[in-house]
């Protein structure tokens, strides 16, 4: 675990007491834990989740046609 001393201006304060409160957090570490864990989830690049390399690994080494069979198989 990492600790750090960062320096917030009101409203984000109020936000983390915010988040704090509606999940009924301790403290405010973990209110930017799950404000990061959300930011991570909808606002990264698909190639940087975890769970998007999974899904890459499963669509590699999936089934693939070539031009010429799909065209057989389609005709």
């Known amino acids: 675990m990492v600790q750090a001393v960062i320096n917030i201006d009101e409203n984000t304060n109020r936000v983390l007491n915010i988040v704090k409160a509606k999940f009924g957090l301790k403290d405010k570490s973990q209110a930017i834990n799950i404000v990061v864990n959300e930011y991570e989830r909808s606002a990264l690049e ?30």
């Open 46 to 75: 698909p190639e940087l989740r975890p769970d998007y390399k999974i899904k890459l690994a499963k669509i590699v080494t999936g089934k693939h046609l070539s031009r010429e069979e799909f065209e057989k198989e389609v005709a």
